[in-house]
């Protein structure tokens, strides 16, 4: 089983539906009772839109008769299977032990008599379908408030992200009927989508950019399409790590003044000026003891023992993770960054050229080179690929010659045309993992 870091976000999510299927004509109507679903998901954004395709786009068979909106994310999870947990526990909150008995919400209802049929089976036979109690949006959200603050998640570093106006001013008119206290560094807030403008304060124009770069640019600007599913956040931090590590030099635990003979497992502060590196079990300590709790495993936050700014254990773990297990990953982080420092710095010293046309000297500035940054996405694996894909790229001097040539091979010869190349396209990847068995409630 190949060991993969921890991903750059992993969510559980709650649909709201908006439309629902008129089964008389096939179109879409407004629904007049909303339902609700709760997943799992790395990518929001593709996650929704595939729900929304339906069945044959990857969208659970559950959602198929209705269209959605992300109500809310709760992310922050350290693995895949802590968000699966998560998930579980907030679909089957009558019978999850996450829960104590006595803190239980939602209980099931009073079983009803059946007809005695034979073990397992239901009356017209197949598998008994397992009940739950019906839910409403309120049961939803105190629920989800309650597994917030239950032992076996209160010490996850999670928050809430809510999308949908209707279902957060629900929560924020709950919220004072909910028993028991949250963490109080558990952020809960609003972030709705805002519009995006250009210098000119004019919406960008979606034909001019590729799909990849309109993706990359909605991140960060509120909404589902805002959640950045990427490791872009942590490209500074790992250039730190490698030309901290690549010096041939032995390397110092800042807390316990021992040499770290495995660097790779070691922690690093984030500030660009601070050179903080400590052993895991080390900062660990550090931060539990400046807690006050002996009674926690793994610390939530600390301060860096060299600089003293506020660091988030979560974020220095998941960039140690991603050293250590998505060598691929990083790698194309620093490519990436590697190509866009070049192209700026080209573009800053590239002079402008002077032409004479009919005695008057003309300035003509060349064009600057695009950067294509469409290289392998470890988190974002769409179906489809950029049409450019089969264009040459790279900074290594032979990709700059055959480039200089065809262009002073077209120059000679103005009518040579190339053949045309058809673009290949991946079939869609389905990789989400989402129980298709959760209840969609009215």
């Known amino acids: 089983m190949e060991l993969r870091p921890i991903p750059a976000v992993y969510c559980c999510y709650l649909l709201r539906s908006t439309k629902t299927l008129n089964r008389q004509d096939g179109g879409w109507q407004l629904a007049t009772r909303s339902a609700y679903y709760i997943g799992s998901t790395p990518h929001p954004r593709r996650r929704l839109a595939q729900h929304n395709a339906g069945r044959e786009a990857g969208g659970a068979v559950r959602t198929s008769r209705n269209q959605w909106e992300m109500a809310c994310i709760v992310s922050g999870f350290p693995s895949n299977i802590a968000a699966l947990q998560f998930e579980w526990a907030w679909q089957n909150t009558h019978i999850t032990l996450r829960i104590a008995p006595e803190d239980r919400i939602t209980r099931l209802p009073e079983p009803r008599k059946r007809k005695k049929t034979a073990k397992g089976s239901s009356p017209k036979g197949g598998r008994r379908k397992?009940?739950?109690?019906?839910?409403?949006?309120?049961?939803?959200?105190?629920?989800?408030?309650?597994?917030?603050?239950?032992?076996?998640?209160?010490?996850?570093?999670?928050?809430?992200?809510f999308f949908s106006d209707v279902v957060f001013q629900a929560w924020q008119n709950w919220l004072p009927t909910?028993?028991?206290?949250?963490?109080?560094?558990?952020?809960?807030?609003?972030?709705?989508?805002?519009?995006?403008?250009?210098?000119d304060g004019e919406e960008p124009s979606e034909k001019a950019q590729t799909r990849r770069v309109r993706e990359r640019e909605a991140y960060g600007n509120g909404g589902v399409d805002g959640v950045d599913p990427t490791?872009?956040?942590?490209?500074?931090?790992?250039?730190?790590?490698?030309?901290?590590?690549?010096?041939?030099?032995?390397?110092?635990?800042?807390?316990?003044?021992?040499?770290?003979e495995k660097p790779a497992l070691a922690l690093i502060c984030p500030s660009q000026a601070c050179y903080m590196i400590s052993h895991m079990q080390c900062l660990s300590r550090h931060f539990l003891a400046n807690e006050g709790n002996e009674l926690a495993i793994l610390p939530l936050a600390g301060q860096c023992p060299s600089c003293k700014s506020e660091l988030q254990w979560v974020d220095l773990v998941r960039e140690m993770s991603l050293n250590l297990r998505g060598q691929k990953e990083v790698d194309t982080l620093i490519k990436r960054f590697r190509k866009a420092e070049a192209a700026a710095s080209k573009s800053r010293s590239k002079p402008?050229?002077?032409?004479?046309?009919?005695?008057?000297?003309?300035?003509?500035?060349?064009?600057?080179?695009?950067?294509?940054?469409?290289?392998?996405?470890?988190?974002?694996?769409?179906?489809?690929?950029?049409?450019?894909?089969?264009?040459?790229?790279?900074?290594?001097?032979?990709?700059?010659?055959?480039?200089?040539?065809?262009?002073?091979?077209?120059?000679?010869?103005?009518?040579?045309?190339?053949?045309?190349?058809?673009?290949?396209?991946?079939?869609?990847?389905?990789?989400?993992?989402d129980w298709d068995d959760a209840e969609v409630t009215e």
């Open 231 to 260: 490791y872009d956040a942590l490209t500074a931090l790992c250039l730190k790590r490698s030309d901290l590590l690549a010096r041939d030099q032995s390397h110092t635990c800042s807390v316990c003044t021992e040499e770290i």
């Open 352 to 433: 402008k050229t002077t032409g004479s046309t009919r005695g008057t000297n003309v300035e003509e500035e060349v064009p600057e080179t695009e950067v294509d940054d469409s290289d392998s996405d470890p988190d974002v694996r769409d179906s489809e690929m950029d049409e450019r894909w089969l264009e040459l790229s790279g900074d290594d001097s032979d990709g700059l010659s055959v480039s200089s040539m065809t262009s002073s091979i077209s120059r000679a010869i103005p009518d040579l045309e190339r053949p045309a190349v058809k673009a290949f396209r991946m079939p869609p990847v389905i990789e989400d993992s």
């Open 178 to 199: 909910f028993e028991g206290q949250m963490r109080p560094d558990v952020k809960v807030w609003f972030d709705p989508k805002r519009e995006t403008k250009d210098e």
């Open 130 to 161: 397992r009940e739950r109690p019906p839910m409403t949006l309120q049961d939803k959200l105190a629920n989800l408030h309650l597994l917030l603050r239950v032992p076996s998640f209160a010490r996850w570093p999670l928050h809430v992200r």
